[in-house]
């Protein structure tokens, strides 16, 4: 799965296990919740309190249907 122009612009800076995470997820999910997912990864980068291993752990917690 390739990311889309838009989403590799705004995550250009962003730790690529993060994108290949991402990625890992959106094919997981339906794609009505790539959004969500899109939206809390950004809110997780903009926390200070959170390194790129938070990001992928929360996100997993959140959104991976095998991890619930």
Same mark, same amino acid.
């Given at each position: 799965? @390739? @990311?889309?122009?838009?989403? *590799? /612009?705004?995550? *250009?800076?962003? /730790?690529?296990? +993060? +994108?290949? $995470?991402?990625?890992?997820?959106? $094919?997981?999910? &339906? *794609?009505?919740?790539?959004? *969500? #997912? /899109? $939206?809390? @990864?950004?809110? #997780? +980068?903009? /926390?200070? %309190?959170? !390194? !790129? %291993?938070?990001?992928? $752990? +929360?996100?997993?917690?959140?959104?991976? &249907? %095998?991890?619930?």
């Amino acid at each position: 799965m @390739l @990311l889309s122009e838009t989403m *590799a /612009d705004q995550f *250009a800076n962003t /730790d690529p296990k +993060i +994108i290949r $995470s991402v990625e890992e997820l959106k $094919s997981k999910i &339906p *794609a009505a919740d790539h959004f *969500a #997912l /899109d $939206s809390r @990864l950004q809110a #997780l +980068i903009n /926390d200070p %309190d959170t !390194d !790129d %291993d938070d990001v992928i $752990s +929360i996100l997993r917690q959140e959104f991976d &249907p %095998d991890h619930r």
